[in-house]
Protein backbone atom coordinates (compact mmCIF):
# COMPACT_ATOMS: atom_id res chain seq x y z
CA UNK A 1 0.00 0.00 0.00
CA UNK A 2 1.41 3.49 -0.91
CA UNK A 3 1.48 6.78 1.09
CA UNK A 4 -0.17 9.83 -0.63
CA UNK A 5 0.14 13.04 1.19
CA UNK A 6 -2.51 15.06 0.91
CA UNK A 7 -0.66 18.85 -0.21
CA UNK A 8 -3.90 20.61 0.26
CA UNK A 9 -4.29 20.05 3.93
CA UNK A 10 -0.43 18.89 4.61
CA UNK A 11 2.23 21.36 5.16
CA UNK A 12 0.30 24.35 5.48
CA UNK A 13 3.10 26.58 6.71
CA UNK A 14 4.46 26.52 2.88
CA UNK A 15 3.02 27.84 -0.56
CA UNK A 16 1.85 25.06 -2.66
CA UNK A 17 4.17 24.73 -4.62
CA UNK A 18 7.01 24.60 -2.02
CA UNK A 19 4.59 21.31 -0.49
CA UNK A 20 5.64 18.71 -3.09
CA UNK A 21 9.04 18.75 -2.34
CA UNK A 22 8.76 18.70 2.02
CA UNK A 23 6.60 15.45 0.98
CA UNK A 24 9.47 13.78 -0.90
CA UNK A 25 11.46 15.27 1.78
CA UNK A 26 9.04 12.64 4.00
CA UNK A 27 9.07 9.87 1.98
CA UNK A 28 5.59 10.41 -0.50
CA UNK A 29 5.97 9.51 -3.56
CA UNK A 30 1.90 10.13 -4.40
CA UNK A 31 0.04 13.28 -4.06
CA UNK A 32 -3.60 14.37 -3.70
CA UNK A 33 -4.50 18.01 -4.46
CA UNK A 34 -8.26 18.99 -3.90
CA UNK A 35 -8.87 21.70 -5.78
CA UNK A 36 -5.78 22.90 -8.29
CA UNK A 37 -8.24 25.70 -9.93
CA UNK A 38 -7.77 29.24 -10.40
CA UNK A 39 -3.85 28.58 -9.82
CA UNK A 40 -0.64 29.02 -12.23
CA UNK A 41 -0.33 25.24 -13.31
CA UNK A 42 3.03 25.36 -15.07
CA UNK A 43 5.01 26.01 -11.41
CA UNK A 44 3.04 23.28 -10.05
CA UNK A 45 3.77 20.71 -11.94
CA UNK A 46 7.45 21.44 -12.36
CA UNK A 47 7.35 21.33 -8.56
CA UNK A 48 6.22 17.72 -8.64
CA UNK A 49 8.34 17.01 -11.57
CA UNK A 50 11.55 17.83 -9.46
CA UNK A 51 10.56 16.43 -5.95
CA UNK A 52 9.64 12.71 -7.84
CA UNK A 53 6.25 12.83 -6.36
CA UNK A 54 3.09 11.94 -9.03
CA UNK A 55 -0.32 13.76 -8.35
CA UNK A 56 -2.54 11.04 -8.13
CA UNK A 57 -6.08 12.54 -7.17
CA UNK A 58 -7.91 15.91 -7.35
CA UNK A 59 -11.34 16.41 -7.12
CA UNK A 60 -14.00 18.69 -9.48
CA UNK A 61 -14.31 22.16 -8.80
CA UNK A 62 -17.04 22.20 -6.53
CA UNK A 63 -19.11 25.25 -7.37
CA UNK A 64 -20.69 27.98 -5.70
CA UNK A 65 -20.08 28.86 -1.85
CA UNK A 66 -21.64 25.83 0.22
CA UNK A 67 -22.15 23.67 -3.14
CA UNK A 68 -19.66 20.93 -2.65
CA UNK A 69 -20.26 19.45 -6.26
CA UNK A 70 -22.67 19.79 -8.74
CA UNK A 71 -22.71 15.92 -10.31
CA UNK A 72 -26.13 15.20 -8.23
CA UNK A 73 -27.78 18.92 -8.79
CA UNK A 74 -30.87 18.65 -10.76
CA UNK A 75 -30.72 21.89 -13.17
CA UNK A 76 -27.13 22.57 -13.08
CA UNK A 77 -25.69 20.07 -16.05
CA UNK A 78 -24.37 22.32 -17.73
CA UNK A 79 -22.36 23.95 -15.05
CA UNK A 80 -21.26 20.33 -13.93
CA UNK A 81 -20.12 19.58 -17.78
CA UNK A 82 -18.47 23.06 -17.80
CA UNK A 83 -16.42 21.62 -14.17
CA UNK A 84 -15.68 18.63 -15.26
CA UNK A 85 -14.33 19.38 -18.54
CA UNK A 86 -12.29 21.82 -16.39
CA UNK A 87 -11.26 18.49 -13.92
CA UNK A 88 -10.51 16.55 -16.68
CA UNK A 89 -8.05 18.99 -18.46
CA UNK A 90 -6.30 19.80 -15.22
CA UNK A 91 -5.69 16.13 -14.46
CA UNK A 92 -4.16 15.54 -17.30
CA UNK A 93 -1.61 18.20 -17.11
CA UNK A 94 -0.55 17.08 -14.09
CA UNK A 95 -0.85 13.97 -14.85
CA UNK A 96 -3.32 12.73 -12.45
CA UNK A 97 -4.93 9.14 -12.89
CA UNK A 98 -7.97 10.18 -10.70
CA UNK A 99 -10.37 12.56 -10.66
CA UNK A 100 -13.22 12.53 -7.77
CA UNK A 101 -16.16 13.56 -8.78
CA UNK A 102 -18.21 15.64 -6.27
CA UNK A 103 -21.56 15.01 -5.84
CA UNK A 104 -23.00 18.31 -4.10
CA UNK A 105 -25.85 19.03 -1.90
CA UNK A 106 -29.03 17.87 -2.47
CA UNK A 107 -30.98 20.95 -2.97
CA UNK A 108 -34.12 22.19 -1.03
CA UNK A 109 -37.46 20.54 -2.62
CA UNK A 110 -35.25 18.22 -4.65
CA UNK A 111 -35.86 14.48 -3.41
CA UNK A 112 -32.69 12.15 -2.96
CA UNK A 113 -34.13 10.05 -5.73
CA UNK A 114 -34.09 12.38 -7.97
CA UNK A 115 -30.50 13.29 -7.21
CA UNK A 116 -28.94 10.18 -7.56
CA UNK A 117 -31.05 9.72 -11.10
CA UNK A 118 -29.44 13.33 -11.85
CA UNK A 119 -25.83 12.37 -10.76
CA UNK A 120 -25.98 8.42 -12.97
CA UNK A 121 -26.98 10.59 -15.92
CA UNK A 122 -24.40 13.00 -15.64
CA UNK A 123 -21.76 10.05 -14.93
CA UNK A 124 -22.88 7.77 -18.07
CA UNK A 125 -22.26 10.93 -19.97
CA UNK A 126 -18.77 12.29 -19.14
CA UNK A 127 -16.99 8.73 -18.06
CA UNK A 128 -16.37 7.87 -21.74
CA UNK A 129 -14.08 11.16 -21.09
CA UNK A 130 -12.45 9.85 -18.59
CA UNK A 131 -11.52 6.72 -19.61
CA UNK A 132 -10.81 7.74 -23.36
CA UNK A 133 -8.26 9.93 -21.44
CA UNK A 134 -6.96 7.21 -18.86
CA UNK A 135 -8.82 8.43 -15.89
CA UNK A 136 -10.65 6.72 -13.12
CA UNK A 137 -13.80 8.56 -11.80
CA UNK A 138 -14.38 7.85 -7.81
CA UNK A 139 -17.18 8.95 -5.58
CA UNK A 140 -16.97 9.45 -2.29
CA UNK A 141 -19.22 9.59 1.16
CA UNK A 142 -18.98 12.60 3.18
CA UNK A 143 -20.29 12.22 6.98
CA UNK A 144 -23.58 14.47 7.88
CA UNK A 145 -22.01 15.81 10.80
CA UNK A 146 -19.00 17.86 8.84
CA UNK A 147 -20.93 18.03 5.28
CA UNK A 148 -25.07 18.11 6.06
CA UNK A 149 -26.85 17.75 3.09
CA UNK A 150 -24.12 16.16 0.98
CA UNK A 151 -25.60 13.21 -1.42
CA UNK A 152 -24.27 10.45 0.12
CA UNK A 153 -22.48 9.92 3.49
CA UNK A 154 -21.66 6.08 3.39
CA UNK A 155 -19.65 3.79 1.30
CA UNK A 156 -22.85 1.46 0.84
CA UNK A 157 -24.69 4.23 -0.59
CA UNK A 158 -22.11 5.02 -3.11
CA UNK A 159 -21.39 1.75 -4.25
CA UNK A 160 -25.14 1.26 -4.43
CA UNK A 161 -25.11 4.52 -7.20
CA UNK A 162 -21.80 2.37 -8.59
CA UNK A 163 -24.28 -0.40 -9.36
CA UNK A 164 -26.72 1.34 -10.98
CA UNK A 165 -24.14 2.46 -12.90
CA UNK A 166 -22.44 -0.41 -13.65
CA UNK A 167 -19.26 1.13 -15.04
CA UNK A 168 -15.83 -0.13 -14.06
CA UNK A 169 -14.08 3.55 -15.09
CA UNK A 170 -16.16 4.75 -11.94
CA UNK A 171 -15.10 3.57 -8.57
CA UNK A 172 -14.98 4.02 -4.85
CA UNK A 173 -13.07 6.37 -2.65
CA UNK A 174 -13.07 5.13 0.70
CA UNK A 175 -12.36 7.52 3.37
CA UNK A 176 -11.98 5.87 6.34
CA UNK A 177 -12.46 8.94 8.75
CA UNK A 178 -16.03 10.30 6.98
CA UNK A 179 -17.11 5.98 8.14
CA UNK A 180 -16.16 6.80 11.64
CA UNK A 181 -17.81 9.56 11.80
CA UNK A 182 -20.87 8.24 10.52
CA UNK A 183 -20.47 5.77 13.74
CA UNK A 184 -20.40 2.71 11.44
CA UNK A 185 -17.93 -0.42 11.56
CA UNK A 186 -15.05 0.74 9.60
CA UNK A 187 -13.98 -2.50 9.47
CA UNK A 188 -17.24 -4.23 8.12
CA UNK A 189 -17.74 -1.41 5.45
CA UNK A 190 -14.36 -1.91 4.27
CA UNK A 191 -15.45 -5.44 3.75
CA UNK A 192 -18.09 -5.38 2.21
CA UNK A 193 -17.01 -2.59 -0.15
CA UNK A 194 -13.75 -4.08 -1.26
CA UNK A 195 -14.52 -4.74 -4.71
CA UNK A 196 -15.47 -1.19 -5.55
CA UNK A 197 -12.45 0.64 -3.88
CA UNK A 198 -10.05 2.34 -5.85
CA UNK A 199 -8.89 4.54 -3.50
CA UNK A 200 -8.27 4.71 0.34
CA UNK A 201 -7.92 7.93 2.53
CA UNK A 202 -7.37 8.56 6.22
CA UNK A 203 -7.97 10.74 9.15
CA UNK A 204 -8.61 10.68 12.81
CA UNK A 205 -11.83 11.56 13.91
CA UNK A 206 -13.33 13.49 15.69
CA UNK A 207 -11.03 16.26 14.72
CA UNK A 208 -9.78 15.05 11.35
CA UNK A 209 -5.90 15.68 13.00
CA UNK A 210 -3.35 12.60 12.38
CA UNK A 211 -4.46 9.06 13.68
CA UNK A 212 -3.32 7.69 16.33
CA UNK A 213 -3.13 4.55 18.90
CA UNK A 214 -6.54 4.78 19.92
CA UNK A 215 -7.75 4.57 16.49
CA UNK A 216 -7.49 0.82 16.34
CA UNK A 217 -10.44 0.55 14.33
CA UNK A 218 -8.84 2.59 11.36
CA UNK A 219 -5.59 0.26 11.34
CA UNK A 220 -7.31 -3.01 11.36
CA UNK A 221 -9.57 -1.75 8.36
CA UNK A 222 -6.40 -0.97 7.01
CA UNK A 223 -4.63 -4.09 7.59
CA UNK A 224 -7.51 -5.81 6.44
CA UNK A 225 -7.44 -4.01 3.03
CA UNK A 226 -3.81 -4.69 2.91
CA UNK A 227 -4.31 -8.84 3.60
CA UNK A 228 -6.75 -8.47 -0.06
CA UNK A 229 -3.52 -7.66 -2.21
CA UNK A 230 -5.01 -3.83 -2.19
CA UNK A 231 -1.79 -2.01 -3.70
CA UNK A 232 -3.18 1.26 -4.19
CA UNK A 233 -2.80 4.84 -2.65
CA UNK A 234 -3.52 5.41 1.06
CA UNK A 235 -4.10 9.29 1.34
CA UNK A 236 -3.20 11.09 4.69
CA UNK A 237 -5.94 13.31 4.37
CA UNK A 238 -6.20 15.45 7.74
CA UNK A 239 -5.48 19.05 9.39
CA UNK A 240 -1.98 18.47 11.41
CA UNK A 241 -2.31 19.27 14.84
CA UNK A 242 1.10 20.59 14.57
CA UNK A 243 3.92 20.38 12.50
CA UNK A 244 3.19 17.72 9.60
CA UNK A 245 6.61 16.15 9.75
CA UNK A 246 6.77 15.41 13.24
CA UNK A 247 3.26 14.07 13.62
CA UNK A 248 4.05 11.73 10.39
CA UNK A 249 5.08 9.72 13.72
CA UNK A 250 2.05 7.67 13.40
CA UNK A 251 2.93 6.08 10.20
CA UNK A 252 4.55 3.58 12.89
CA UNK A 253 0.79 2.30 13.29
CA UNK A 254 0.09 1.12 10.27
CA UNK A 255 0.95 -2.14 8.94
CA UNK A 256 4.21 -2.82 6.91
Known amino acids: MRHAANLSLLYPHLPLVERPAAAATDGFRGAEVLFPYGIDL ?19 PPGRDGERGLAAVPGAEERFDEAFALALQTARYLGAPRVHVMAGVVPHGVAQPEAIRTLVANLRRVAPQAADAGVTLTLEGLNRSDFPGYCYATP ?43 HVQIAGPPDRHEPGEADTDLFDAVGWLAGTGYDGWLGFEYHPAGDTTAGLVWRRLLPA
Open 42 to 60: GPLRRAFDEAGVSVVLINT
Open 156 to 198: AAVCAVLAELDDPTVRLQFDLYHTAKEDLAVLAEIEAARPWID
